[in-house]
């Protein structure tokens, strides 16, 4: 049943992201139209859908759930990063690389995906792994992409979505409600970051060279541990360990976490190279093909948990 919906619900993501490559094409938009809209969802929409998350009926499944979540989506992290840096001495990976290989698109695409699949109840556990890796990225991704140790403290702690979720946290613990314009309002922002996140990729798509990336045997390198071995591994764990009877959903809830994952990298991690003189096109390969690879991997490693 789930990875009908998952099926369902990437296939209606694809052609999100058809629309916007063939906006693109045809000349309607420009490919670096997408900055705004990328702006548009960073700044509006996604903080919008990390509130409304946590507009939810305090319960204390709930809130054993979102606990599981959290310690869930700081284990991965770490986990992926150690891996990572283990494998980088055998492969030698560089600072993109590896960033890509760390972190995934957890934001922009597994929220709204989350949603579609799983339902709004999943959805506080989905903000609760964007939380964490917000924090990493705006910490180690950022430092590591610059090759230095200087954090911009400032940068994390200002940073929009941390401070929603801040801010959420507060009102779930609080039980703090809004009134329903207010929910009826988010409810519309949060429903426009899928069709938006998925129509900007389909745009930054269109400018990839498909051929280069084809030929490029790194390319593959890292797709192959993105998209399949770290997401098969954590899968295993999850699948093969007493975590997922911690709470009585608590399958489900770590299905959120291996969900974000396996999905591809993040979109930061190409704008992050560009302007740390790193080779951009070459982070937006990467990105391009996982996001391409998500599209399979992603339904067949959900199924295979779920048996």
Same mark, same amino acid.
């Given at each position: 049943m789930v990875t009908t919906l998952l099926l369902k619900q990437l296939t209606i993501f694809f052609i999100y992201m058809a629309a916007g490559f063939m906006m693109v094409k045809l000349g309607i938009l420009k490919g670096e139209d997408s900055k705004v809209l990328s702006l548009l969802c960073i700044y509006v929409l996604l903080p919008c859908a990390i509130l409304k998350s946590y507009q939810a009926e305090y319960t204390p499944e709930l809130r054993d759930g979102f606990m599981l979540a959290m310690g869930a989506a700081v284990t991965a992290q770490l986990v992926l990063m150690a891996v990572t840096y283990g494998i980088s001495g055998i492969c030698h990976l560089d600072a993109t690389e590896k960033a890509s290989v760390m972190y995934p698109?957890?934001?922009?695409? $597994? +929220? =709204? /995906?989350? *949603?579609? &699949?799983?339902?709004?109840?999943?959805? !506080?556990?989905?903000?609760?792994?964007?939380?964490?890796?917000?924090?990493?990225?705006?910490?180690?991704?950022?430092?590591?992409?610059?090759?230095?140790?200087?954090?911009n403290w400032k940068k994390v702690f200002l940073n929009i979505n941390l401070i929603t979720v801040v801010v959420g946290i507060i009102m779930f613990f609080g039980q703090i409600h809004l009134p329903q314009m207010a929910l009826d309002t988010l409810g519309g922002f949060s429903a426009a970051l899928g069709p938006i996140s998925m129509i900007v990729i389909g745009m930054l798509l269109y400018n990839v060279d498909?051929?280069?990336?084809?030929?490029?045997?790194?390319?593959?390198?890292?797709?192959?541990?993105?998209?399949? $071995? +770290? =997401? /098969?591994? *954590?899968? &295993?764990?999850?699948?093969?360990?007493? !975590?997922?009877?911690?709470t009585e959903d608590g399958e489900m809830i770590l299905l959120v976490t291996l969900f974000a994952i396996m999905a591809p990298s993040a979109t930061l991690i190409?704008?992050?190279?560009?302007?740390?003189?790193?080779?951009?096109?070459?982070?937006?390969?990467?990105?391009?093909?996982?996001?391409?690879v998500c599209i399979v991997s992603m339904p067949l490693l959900t199924m295979w948990y779920m048996k």
């Open positions: 698109n957890s934001a922009n695409l $597994i +929220l =709204p /995906l989350v *949603a579609g &699949v799983l339902g709004d109840h999943y959805m !506080i556990s989905a903000s609760a792994y964007s939380c964490v890796q917000g924090i990493f990225i705006w910490t180690h991704c950022t430092s590591m992409m610059k090759g230095s140790r200087d954090m498909w051929k280069n990336i084809f030929q490029n045997v790194r390319v593959h390198l890292v797709v192959a541990l993105k998209m399949v $071995i +770290l =997401p /098969l591994g *954590a899968a &295993v764990i999850f699948k093969c360990t007493p !975590i997922r009877t911690l190409t704008q992050l190279a560009q302007i740390n003189d790193r080779d951009e096109r070459y982070a937006a390969a990467i990105n391009a093909m996982t996001t391409v």
